[in-house]
Structure formats: C-alpha cells, structure tokens
C-alpha cells in the first residue's frame, strides 16, 4: 500500500530556506509514470498546489512561488524535496506531499494519494 | 489567470438533506474538475475526478457534475460523517484548488 511521509524542521527563521523531504513507500517513485507533488494550506485556510516533479527532473511549479521553490526527487531513497527560499511568515503552513495522477500526466495532474502533513512554522 | 470560486462559503445542513455545492472556473476547462473532501486535521481525500467520476471506495451519495466553466457538486443525502470542507480542484491549467466549502450539521 502506498504512503508518504513528510518531515522537516517544524521551525524555519525569516529569511531562511525551508526544506522538507518526502518518503515514499510501498512503491518505487521511478515507476508507473506518476508525478510527485508538494501542496501546503496555512492554518485556518484553503490547499495551495505548490508543484510537482517527475523522476526524471521533470518539474512544474505554481506561477506564484516559482522564483522561490525547487522540487526534487532521489530515487536512490524514494524520497521527493521541496526546497523554499526567502521564508515569510505567510509561508507558515501544513505542507503536504502527494501522488499525482494520471500516469504521464505532465502539467495536467492531480493528487490522489496523500501524505499526512508536516506543519512548518516561519517566526524568529 | 485562472480563478477558481465556489458557493457557498459554508452551510448548515439536517441529516437527510440534499446539499449542492458549486465551483466556477474563469476558464474552460473542460472536464479537468476534481472535488476534494477534508476533515479537521487530515489530508483532503479524493471524491469526484474528471467531473463526475466516482474515486473507488467512495459512497454512492456523493456525485458531481458539469464542463466548462460550471460544476457542481451532491451530497444526495447528508449523514454526519460527511461534515469536513469540500474544495473543487482544476487541473487544466496545472493545479489550483477553489477557497472551499465548509458543510456543517444543522
């Protein structure tokens, strides 16, 4: 059975890069032509699509965080990244990583598969 | 760019009662359109995608429709468990989520 599992620091200074990892288990990330996604919701708001990688390097990234944002993925570990640069305090958020479907989907995908998210916090 | 919206913001509900919900793109976007269930603390869980396909292992009360810019979403007959917010998603145009519906039990 598929899952995912974030983790990060819980705690990231202003200014500060945020990075997170993803593992993946129960399948092989290079497999089945799926993409890989990042999603995050600040506390008490709505889902903001973050981006999405290939196992091949293939990425796409929301038009409004592209500057900061960089996905990644390690298939040696079967884990996906997600890198942010110059951290606010509106990047405090519940930070989801996910499957996304349908296989070879490109830019036009979706999450089905979810992790359970990891809350980081940007404060001094 | 896209704009997503959807109506109500929230709505109270007795058990039994039919509840719609709709979203509205500010493109066409054809089919592309997926509802998104999620309670308190938990990842959104995947109901509806493609419109109106049902995800496996979801209830039969739940349904959507529409293509295009309009899109609606069921419930045919609300049972507590169903009380979470409900966002509609497109995927046309890469991703992007709508502000969500909270659906609560009168």
């Known amino acids: 059975q598929l899952q995912l599992q974030e983790s990060g620091p819980g705690l990231v200074r202003p200014s500060e890069t945020l990075s997170i990892t993803c593992n993946v288990s129960?399948?092989?990330?290079?497999?089945?032509?799926?993409?890989w996604g990042w999603i995050r919701q600040p506390p008490g708001k709505g889902l903001e699509w973050i981006g999405s990688?290939?196992?091949?390097?293939?990425?796409y990234y929301n038009s409004s965080l592209k500057s900061r944002v960089t996905i990644s993925v390690d298939t040696s570990k079967n884990q996906l990244s997600l890198k942010l640069t110059s951290v606010t305090a509106a990047d405090t958020a519940v930070y989801y990583c996910?499957?996304?479907?349908?296989?070879?989907?490109?830019?036009?995908?979706?999450?089905?598969?979810w992790g359970q998210g990891t809350l980081i916090s940007v404060s001094s | 760019d896209m704009q997503m919206t959807q109506s109500p913001s929230s709505l109270s509900a007795s058990v039994g009662d039919r509840v719609t919900i709709t979203c509205q793109a500010s493109?066409?976007?054809?089919?592309?359109l997926n509802w998104y269930q999620q309670k308190p603390g938990k990842a959104p869980k995947l109901l509806i995608y493609?419109?109106?396909n049902l995800e496996t292992g979801v209830p039969s009360r739940f349904s959507g429709s529409g293509s295009g810019t309009d899109f609606t979403f069921t419930i045919s007959s609300l049972q507590p468990e169903d009380i979470a917010t409900y966002y509609c998603q497109q995927y046309d145009y890469l991703s992007q989520f709508g502000p969500g519906t909270t659906v609560d039990i009168k």
């Open positions: 493109q066409d976007i054809g089919d592309y």
């Open positions: 990688v290939y196992f091949s390097g293939r990425t």
């Open positions: 129960g399948s092989s990330i290079d497999s089945g032509g799926y993409y």
């Open positions: 996910a499957r996304e479907r349908p296989p070879y989907c490109g830019g036009d995908c979706y999450p089905d598969y």
């Open positions: 493609g419109a109106s």
